[in-house]
């Protein structure tokens, strides 16, 4: 059974630009959620996407945005990016039981600099 | 909303020391589990444990959902167990996953 994989692993971007990173969830999973790491930091909680909808959301400014489609597949998109962006982006998926989510699973991470 | 604290924040341990780390959560939840954060940044699961014992080689997990605590616990270290661990639950009122801030453990050879 494949993991979890984030796309792309390594990027760098200018101060201003976009930049659009994706996760595809275990097979089966439809929860996919979004986390923030920088460095020396814990993860902060970006947002869960559930069957194509957005069901939580973390206190992050409106640059950051994401869907999902109906394969789970998960984006997550952060526009006019700032220096305070780098990061360790990390997704995970998880199945979903009848009232929780089963183990969730992450991926290897994308690693964005701004510079 | 729920806390997560774990501790200690830091432990620094000889290889085949053994090693306790304590998770305690400030209100019920759906569930709970351990991952290993290695220096590559992967999260690795350890355990998924909302109660009960759970054993896996030299690690096992302990939780105690009624007075809302778990423990982890190394056997006989190695340097590959360096890293930092973190705790995370499962909120009873929506879907996330509450994070405790992490213990960085470093074994040393």
């Known amino acids: 059974k494949a993991g979890v994989t984030q796309t792309p692993r390594y990027l760098i971007k200018t101060r201003g630009q976009q930049v659009t990173l994706s996760c595809s969830p275990i097979s089966g999973h439809r929860s996919v959620s979004w986390y923030q790491q920088t460095p020396g930091q814990g993860l902060q909680f970006l947002f869960e996407y559930f069957s194509e909808t957005q069901r939580n959301k973390g206190n992050f400014p409106g640059r950051f945005s994401g869907r999902q489609f109906s394969n789970s597949r998960s984006e997550m998109n952060v526009s006019t990016l700032e220096l305070g962006d780098s990061a360790l982006y990390l997704c995970a998926s998880s199945g979903q039981g009848v009232t929780v989510h089963t183990e969730a699973f992450f991926g290897q991470g994308t690693r964005l600099t701004v510079v | 909303g729920i806390q997560v604290e774990q501790s200690p924040p830091d432990l620094i341990l000889q290889e085949g020391a053994n090693s306790t780390l304590r998770c305690n959560f400030s209100?019920?939840?759906?569930?709970l589990q351990w991952f290993h954060q290695n220096p590559w940044g992967q999260l690795i699961n350890l355990f998924y444990i909302p109660s009960g014992t759970k054993q896996n080689g030299r690690l096992s997990a302990t939780t105690v959902a009624t007075e809302r605590y778990s423990l982890l616990y190394i056997s006989s270290s190695q340097t590959t167990d360096s890293g930092v661990y973190f705790c995370?639950?499962?909120?009873?009122?929506?879907?996330?996953?509450?994070w405790g801030a992490g213990t960085k453990l470093i074994i040393k050879p």
């Open positions: 209100d019920s939840v759906n569930n």
């Open positions: 995370a639950v499962e909120s009873n009122s929506n879907y996330q996953l509450i």
